[in-house]
């Protein structure tokens, strides 16, 4: 099993990005059966949970720092898992994961988010 985020960049204050996750190794029935995690990470600082969506991506949760903010889904035909990230802020600036329920999982290399003026 092995992930790839990308879509990061700068953006200003306010603005948007969209996050992509691509899957490989997984059939597509397999990556229906897990639920999907991002989270993100400040150097110096721990991983920090963002928002999950179940397997068939009836449910979503997410963190209060992001929520009404972020938006999780995702693409079971493609093994693709997004996050639309609306209205950044500095306190975004992060590297964001995608990971699996699965602590077999590995994580990936992750993907440069910087929201700057």
């Known amino acids: 099993v092995r992930v790839v985020e990308s879509g990061g960049g700068l953006v200003p204050p306010g603005g948007s990005l969209r996050l992509a996750c691509q899957a490989s190794?997984?059939?597509?029935?397999?990556?229906?059966?897990?639920?999907m995690n991002w989270f993100r990470q400040v150097p110096g600082k721990e991983r920090e949970w963002v928002a999950r969506?179940?397997?068939?991506?009836?449910?979503?949760t997410y963190a209060d720092s992001v929520k009404d903010r972020f938006t999780i889904s995702r693409d079971n035909a493609m093994k693709r898992l997004y996050l639309q990230m609306n209205f950044l802020t500095p306190e975004d600036t992060a590297v964001y994961y995608c990971?699996?329920?699965?602590?077999?999982?590995?994580w990936g290399p992750g993907t440069q988010v910087t929201v700057s003026s």
């Open positions: 990971k699996t329920d699965s602590f077999d999982h590995p």
């Open positions: 190794n997984f059939t597509t029935f397999a990556f229906g059966l897990y639920g």
């Open positions: 969506i179940t397997g068939i991506g009836a449910k979503t």
